[in-house]
């Protein structure tokens, strides 16, 4: 628990330290390898033959947990079905030209919504997490560091939490339900119960 705090409070000193970080979305994989939410619905449905209308015009969280609700059996057990299917089809994506170009910036800290260990590829073609963080489904503490100094943060999960346990794509954030969990967790860590002056607002 101390360790936790001291990286909270570590965490707030470099948030107002003017240090910068850089945020990427799924953009990069829509350019290096055209691989859109679109298309990762489109493959969740026809592998699992789920007759689900993919359509631009919804947000593509809703039509995930639509699949998901769908499909016939246990809920959790058809949860880490399809997260098992999101990660098998994300595990080849490589680095390209433009992860290359991104971390060459002069910049330690990179937020990703990204799932795929692109980022990392970039020094290590063969990289997958093998050790665990201290977190098993969110991502308020976990990065992998590359590189000696760059952190690449997976702050919506990534494919591998690290843990010798069965499920290790528990972290991928997909669907709305996990969104406000996470959501929670954030505001607990900015604002601790029983205290109106805490988190970023006590320093």
């Not at 639509?66 to 499909?71: A, H, I, P, R, S």
């Amino acid at each position: 628990m101390g360790s936790l705090i001291n990286d909270k409070q570590d965490f707030i000193r470099n948030y107002y330290s003017g240090n910068s970080a850089i945020f990427i979305g799924n953009g990069i994989n829509l350019i290096s390898a055209n691989n859109s939410w679109e298309d990762l619905l489109l493959y969740i449905s026809e592998e699992r033959q789920i007759n689900v209308r993919i359509d631009k015009q919804k947000a593509f969280p809703l039509i995930f947990e639509e699949l998901l609700f769908t499909m016939n059996g246990d809920f959790q057990s058809n949860l880490k079905d399809l997260k098992t299917l999101v990660a098998k089809k994300l595990y080849d994506l490589n680095s390209s030209h433009y992860h290359e170009v991104i971390l060459g910036f002069n910049c330690d800290e990179y937020l990703t919504t990204n799932y795929d260990y692109s980022f990392e590829k970039v020094f290590d073609k063969n990289f997958d997490r093998t050790s665990p963080s201290r977190e098993y489904k969110y991502s308020l503490f976990r990065y992998n560091l590359i590189k000696e100094t760059k952190k690449i943060w997976h702050i919506h999960g990534e494919l591998n939490h690290g843990f010798k346990r069965e499920n290790k794509h528990e972290s991928i954030m997909i669907g709305n339900e996990h969104y406000a969990d996470y959501q929670n967790k954030v505001h607990e860590f900015l604002k601790p119960q029983g205290s109106i002056f805490a988190g970023l607002e006590n320093e």
